[in-house]
């Protein structure tokens, strides 16, 4: 049973960076699928932040791109993200997902992680 | 980028009648190469994360039940919930995985009447 789990601070001043770790428990990140960022503001929809290879390799939202690093950390099975200079239009929900490698394309998300209030605020 | 599109953005249904969600792409979606459509659907119950429903436009999720169905090709989807049941009440997305970014619709609120 594949599991994810985000964890991180719950509260970011504005013009800090936002720190998140997603711990992957029933899969190894280096088994080929892909490792994603996803959030979402409250009560608005999804909107996915960027991905993450266990090579390294990492793509990111355009909107995003210029504020986002995705790191990954075998040894201790877990991804990373972080965002610089956040306002409040960053306040969301951030989960983690699986990208299940299908044919031609990495952004199939199996499997969630139960997602983490971020809040930008003074 | 690709736009999706969803309609309605709320729908309320009778328990046990036909739900259906309709999404729209910006471009194509189908690769003629293997003959499949780069759509998924999401289903997001109230203070959960999306769960995965189906694929390809119309392959079910294992565990999904078959009162869900999907279908369409090109940029016009359609998700149909042939009967519905109190469970099913969520907001549901179309999402393409055609290219990056993926973009995924707005959300459909499915609600009983």
């Known amino acids: 049973q594949v599991r994810l789990q985000v964890s991180g601070p719950g509260l970011v001043k504005p013009s800090g960076t936002l720190s998140l770790t997603c711990a992957v428990f029933?899969?190894?990140?280096?088994?080929?699928?892909?490792w994603n960022w996803v959030r979402q503001p409250p009560g608005e929809g999804l909107e996915w932040i960027g991905e993450i290879f266990h090579s390294g390799t990492t793509y990111y939202s355009p909107s995003l791109k210029s504020r986002v690093t995705i790191s990954v950390d075998m040894s201790k099975n877990q991804f990373s993200l972080k965002l610089t200079s956040v306002t409040a239009a960053d306040t969301a929900v951030y989960y983690c997902a699986r990208g299940r490698l299908v044919e031609r394309s990495s952004l199939l998300f199996d499997h969630w992680g139960q997602g983490a209030l971020v809040t930008v605020s003074s | 980028d690709i736009v999706m599109t969803q309609s309605p953005d709320s729908l309320a249904v009778f328990l046990g009648e036909r739900a259906t969600v309709n999404c729209k792409s910006s471009?194509?979606?189908?690769?003629?190469?293997?003959?499949?459509?780069?759509l998924a659907w999401y289903q997001q119950r109230p203070g959960q994360p999306p769960k995965l429903l189906m694929y390809w436009a119309s392959t079910r999720e294992p565990g999904v039940p078959d009162r869900f169905s999907g279908s369409g090709s090109g940029t016009d989807f359609t998700l149909t919930i042939s009967s519905l049941q109190a469970e099913d009440v969520a907001v549901y997305y179309c999402q393409q995985l055609y290219s990056t970014p993926p973009a995924f619709g707005q959300g459909t609120k499915v609600e009983i009447k």
């Open positions: 471009q194509s979606l189908y690769r003629s190469s293997n003959n499949k459509n780069y």
């Open positions: 029933g899969d190894s990140i280096s088994n080929g699928n892909w």
